[in-house]
């Protein structure tokens, strides 16, 4: 009966991780749109990011904090996160081949000044938590002691109508104490 179990407990496991076509897919699906800051109240679990002055005048407004849009006749999803801020940064999310799909990759086009490539990251992520990793063989800043966005982990929740976008930041090869990290409301 034991042996069964482990064998049950490998099989959901190994079911539940998505390929990065499916997330890619599902990510076209459940995030194109505008969506808000939400309100100080609700900005738990970040590092104080939704502080900074050029932010702070967002949270809790109806004013577009990110939004998504899908480019290219379908094949890539633009990111735009705090459009018309000094903080404005853009990641584009798309398959290595589109009919394909062997690989989800992005580019972060950061305020730090640099462009962390990453790739989906299939072992740990869900259809409602999809992380990214920084990709040490495409983007030297991965592997260098530059501050960088690290990790880009979405979560979505509440019936796909909030999510918790965490830019995880590494600094001298470590990960640093101060990540950017906000809350958003579907518009």
């Excluded at 390929?19 to 599902?26: G, I, L, R, V």
């Excluded at 849009?69 to 735009?80: C, H, P, T, Y």
């Excluded at 501050?147 to 979560?155: F, G, K, M, S």
Aim: hydrophobic share 30%.
């Amino acid at each position: 009966m034991k042996k069964l179990s482990i064998i049950s407990l490998m099989a959901l496991t190994l079911f539940a991780q998505m390929t990065p076509k499916e997330a890619y897919d599902h990510m076209v699906k459940v995030l194109p749109g505008e969506w808000k800051l939400s309100p100080a109240s609700q900005q738990k679990d970040t590092t104080g990011a939704h502080n900074h002055p050029a932010v702070k005048r967002l949270l809790g407004t109806d004013k577009t904090a990110m939004e998504y849009e899908v480019i290219g006749r379908g094949s890539s999803l633009k990111e735009e996160l705090l459009p018309g801020t000094i903080r404005h940064m853009v990641t584009m999310y798309h398959c290595d081949d589109f009919k394909e799909c062997n690989q989800l990759l992005a580019t972060h086009y950061c305020a730090k000044q640099n462009q962390p490539s990453f790739i989906f990251n299939t072992k740990e992520s869900t259809k409602t938590r999809l992380i990214f990793d920084c990709d040490e063989d495409r983007s030297e800043v991965c592997d260098s002691d530059e501050p960088h966005v690290h990790h880009i982990i979405l979560e979505l929740s509440d019936d796909y109508n909030h999510l918790k976008a965490s830019y995880i930041v590494y600094e001298e090869g470590e990960r640093a104490s101060k990540h950017t990290i906000y809350h958003f409301d579907k518009k």
